[in-house]
């Protein structure tokens, strides 16, 4: 009996063990990072030509997934900001238009939103199937009550999230205001993303403990 349940509490990790999506973002660090080349961007693009301002946000970007680097971060996840800024200067240089540098943010915002709002009406709230996915997709987590409502909360604020972004800087790309738009991206950046993972947190630890927690005392 002391080796069963030895098994049984060893076989599922805590989601306290597992990483979270700031783990998986870099961290509170990693997205203010992301933030950095896109001010610099936005900074210098009334003073420089469109080609060597893309060229000046990418070599931040550079840097800055150097330091990321040396402290000891990993590979993807310290590039991630490099490829983000090369493929949104990349947009920009081939259109021409400075404002263009946040599209691929745009439409990312839009497909988002579209996502999330469309597990919400599949009744499959998206964060719940994450949860169950990072558990060995094993579980009933859509019958109790409790956590599917929890999840359900959880991925409406995904959608609010998503849906202010696009709707924000949707309305800011075609007033053509490229400072206002990087304002925008730093100000529903890291913020609204610390929000969002703070209620997915909540929405996770309460379906462990519900569904994984309490099965292990009940077999204790």
Do not use: C
């Not at 946040?102 to 597990?119: K, M, N, P």
Request: glycine share 8%; aromatic share 10%.
């Amino acid at each position: 009996m002391i080796t069963k349940q030895t098994h049984d509490r060893t076989a599922e990790p805590s989601f306290e063990q597992k990483q979270t999506m700031l783990d998986h973002l870099g961290g509170p660090s990693g997205m203010l990072y992301s933030t950095l080349p896109v001010v610099v961007f936005a900074a210098a693009i009334p003073f420089a030509p469109l080609p060597i301002t893309i060229g000046i946000s990418i070599t931040v970007a550079l840097l800055i997934a150097g330091v990321r680097l040396w402290r000891g971060e990993k590979v993807m996840t310290a590039l991630s900001g490099v490829f983000g800024v090369a493929i949104a200067g990349g947009v920009a240089a081939w259109t021409g238009s400075a404002t263009d540098f946040f599209l691929i943010g745009i439409w990312t915002a839009l497909a988002g939103a579209v996502v999330t709002l469309g597990s919400l009406l599949a009744r499959r709230p998206l964060t719940g199937i994450a949860w169950n996915a990072m558990h060995g997709g094993k579980h009933d987590w859509r019958a109790d009550r409790p956590s599917l409502r929890a999840h359900y909360i959880a991925t409406l604020t995904a959608t609010v999230m998503f849906t202010v972004r696009f709707v924000v800087k949707e309305w800011l790309y075609l007033a053509d205001s490229t400072s206002w738009l990087a304002i925008a991206k730093v100000a529903m950046g890291t913020p609204l993303t610390a929000l969002f993972a703070v209620v997915v947190v909540w929405a996770f630890r309460r379906t462990t403990k519900r569904l994984i927690k309490n099965e292990g005392q009940a077999r204790a």
